[in-house]
């Protein structure tokens, strides 16, 4: 079911106005323009787009969450009166959304920011959405989180430990071959959080991931579950995980440990094969390397594969992040037999973590990240994630210690220091 957000806002029924044209900033980073309400963001780099303000929204859930939002954008997009001076991927009408992880429960966003601001290279450009255009200019700094307080979210380490053990014994008995097991971690605050805080340090220290807001959820995600542009399809696979310890020698050799290690090699071959499959039947041609490289983050290392193709059908990044979800690196091989481990024995609801995330424009190009090293802002501040890989080789307590390393982004971003 498709229902607007608030009955101020626009649904499909009134025809968005869409205006793009280059704008001159300079050097500004893209991350100061965001006001306190409202900001969206995906970048990486300095690049990518930031937005404000709603000019229309699509909650839905359930199964059809995708589909619904493939049709909503459809309708809104062709029924919108559209000035494109610009022509670049994620001008003209944009939308950014967030998917629930799972069909239950959680709710899934699309949202048409009132003012979008995008870089791309050297150009930079403004889209206003049924909004007259505003004056560029650097916002109020965002303020700290107050009376940051961390405590276990669902389970306890002990608790997680044991859950990681019963999943091993399963896979040992030939229930499944890997699973993808996450924790929460909660956050308290005094005031409500200034999501901008965590957005300046995570685009700061993980420049090489997408640093990213939509609808609550925040985080620098590594993982790019499929970018579509121009009829070329990319996927950056990852599953495979080796603490940094900070000192450059002893991680050189770690990454050469990583990978060699044929616990991770195999955790990442079911993660690649999984991207591989669901991307072939929408490619006329794909290119699967076949040995992974290692990503170097300032927390830990990850195997790494880069999956290309060539796309032959009218499938929308959407679509195509649909039928990628949930890869082996976030629910694990076969697909039914994980995801039912994950519901029996997580213990808690994922929401949005571990969903797509990102944007589409009105051609179907867009990007969509999975929403990890991530956390949700909830009432009583904010709920942090972090999952790892589990195979028949694992052990519970290197896994325990494999979340916290994923914790570190959005927990540092989040410390006042
Ligand atoms: C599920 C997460 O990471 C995935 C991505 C990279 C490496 C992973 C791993 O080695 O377990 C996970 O598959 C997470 O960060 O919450």
């Given at each position: 079911m498709?229902?607007p957000?608030?009955?101020?806002?626009?649904?499909?029924?009134?025809p968005?106005?869409v205006?793009t044209?280059?704008?001159?900033?300079?050097d500004?980073?893209?991350?100061?323009?965001?006001?306190?309400?409202e900001p969206?963001?995906?970048?990486?780099r300095?690049?990518?787009l930031v937005?404000?303000?709603v000019?229309a929204?699509?909650?839905t859930?359930g199964?059809?969450r995708?589909?619904d939002a493939?049709?909503?954008?459809a309708?809104?997009v062709?029924?919108a009166?559209v000035?494109d001076s610009?022509?670049e991927p994620?001008?003209?009408?944009?939308c950014?959304?967030?998917?629930?992880?799972?069909?239950?429960?959680?709710?899934s966003v699309?949202v048409?920011p009132?003012?979008?601001?995008g870089?791309?290279?050297?150009?930079?450009?403004?889209?206003?959405?049924?909004?007259?255009?505003?004056?560029?200019?650097p916002a109020?700094?965002p303020?700290?989180?107050?009376?940051?307080v961390?405590?276990?979210?669902?389970?306890?380490?002990e608790?997680?430990?044991?859950?990681?053990?019963?999943?091993?014994?399963?896979?040992?008995?030939?229930?499944?071959e890997?699973?993808?097991?996450?924790r929460?971690?909660i956050a308290?605050?005094?005031v409500p959080?200034?999501?901008?805080?965590p957005?300046?340090?995570?685009?700061?220290?993980y420049?090489m991931?997408?640093?990213f807001?939509v609808?609550?959820?925040?985080?620098a995600?590594?993982e790019m579950?499929?970018?579509?542009?121009?009829?070329?399809?990319?996927s950056?696979?990852?599953?495979?995980?080796i603490r940094?310890?900070?000192?450059?020698d002893?991680d050189l050799?770690?990454a050469a440990?990583?990978?060699?290690?044929?616990?991770?090699?195999e955790?990442?071959?079911?993660?690649?094969?999984?991207?591989?499959?669901?991307?072939?039947?929408h490619?006329?041609?794909m290119?699967?390397?076949?040995?992974?490289?290692?990503l170097?983050l300032p927390?830990?290392?990850?195997?790494?594969?880069?999956v290309?193709?060539?796309?032959?059908?009218?499938?929308?990044?959407?679509?195509?992040a649909?039928?990628?979800?949930?890869?082996?690196?976030?629910?694990?091989t076969?697909?039914?037999?994980a995801t039912r481990l994950i519901d029996?024995?997580?213990?808690?609801p994922?929401?949005?973590?571990?969903?797509?995330v990102?944007w589409?424009?009105?051609?179907?190009d867009?990007?969509w990240?999975?929403?990890?090293?991530?956390?949700?802002?909830i009432?009583?501040g904010v709920r942090?994630?972090?999952?790892?890989?589990?195979v028949?080789s694992?052990?519970?307590?290197?896994?325990?210690?494999?979340?916290?390393a994923?914790?570190v982004?959005?927990?540092?971003?989040?410390?006042?220091?």
């Amino acid at each position: 079911m498709t229902t607007p957000a608030s009955a101020a806002v626009p649904g499909p029924a009134a025809p968005l106005v869409v205006r793009t044209v280059p704008v001159d900033l300079a050097d500004l980073p893209l991350l100061d323009l965001l006001p306190q309400q409202e900001p969206v963001s995906w970048l990486r780099r300095g690049e990518g787009l930031v937005g404000w303000g709603v000019a229309a929204r699509l909650e839905t859930s359930g199964h059809t969450r995708f589909s619904d939002a493939v049709k909503w954008w459809a309708e809104t997009v062709a029924r919108a009166e559209v000035d494109d001076s610009v022509n670049e991927p994620g001008t003209g009408p944009v939308c950014f959304g967030t998917f629930a992880f799972a069909d239950e429960p959680g709710e899934s966003v699309l949202v048409v920011p009132q003012v979008i601001v995008g870089r791309r290279g050297d150009r930079t450009w403004l889209t206003t959405v049924s909004v007259e255009e505003p004056v560029l200019s650097p916002a109020t700094p965002p303020d700290p989180p107050v009376g940051l307080v961390f405590s276990d979210g669902a389970l306890n380490g002990e608790e997680w430990m044991s859950v990681v053990a019963e999943a091993v014994g399963r896979i040992g008995a030939g229930e499944l071959e890997k699973v993808v097991l996450a924790r929460d971690l909660i956050a308290t605050t005094d005031v409500p959080l200034d999501v901008r805080w965590p957005l300046h340090r995570l685009a700061e220290h993980y420049e090489m991931c997408w640093t990213f807001h939509v609808d609550g959820i925040f985080g620098a995600t590594p993982e790019m579950l499929v970018r579509r542009e121009r009829g070329l399809v990319t996927s950056r696979v990852l599953a495979g995980t080796i603490r940094r310890t900070g000192d450059d020698d002893r991680d050189l050799a770690l990454a050469a440990t990583l990978a060699r290690s044929s616990k991770d090699l195999e955790e990442h071959e079911y993660a690649v094969r999984s991207v591989a499959d669901s991307l072939e039947p929408h490619c006329s041609s794909m290119n699967v390397p076949e040995a992974p490289f290692v990503l170097h983050l300032p927390n830990v290392m990850h195997l790494a594969t880069d999956v290309n193709g060539v796309v032959h059908d009218e499938a929308t990044s959407l679509e195509l992040a649909e039928s990628l979800h949930p890869s082996a690196a976030v629910g694990g091989t076969p697909t039914p037999a994980a995801t039912r481990l994950i519901d029996e024995v997580e213990g808690m609801p994922r929401d949005r973590y571990a969903g797509p995330v990102g944007w589409m424009d009105a051609s179907g190009d867009g990007e969509w990240g999975i929403a990890l090293r991530s956390a949700m802002v909830i009432e009583e501040g904010v709920r942090l994630f972090a999952g790892c890989g589990i195979v028949a080789s694992s052990d519970p307590e290197a896994e325990l210690a494999e979340s916290q390393a994923k914790f570190v982004p959005v927990r540092d971003a989040l410390s006042a220091g």
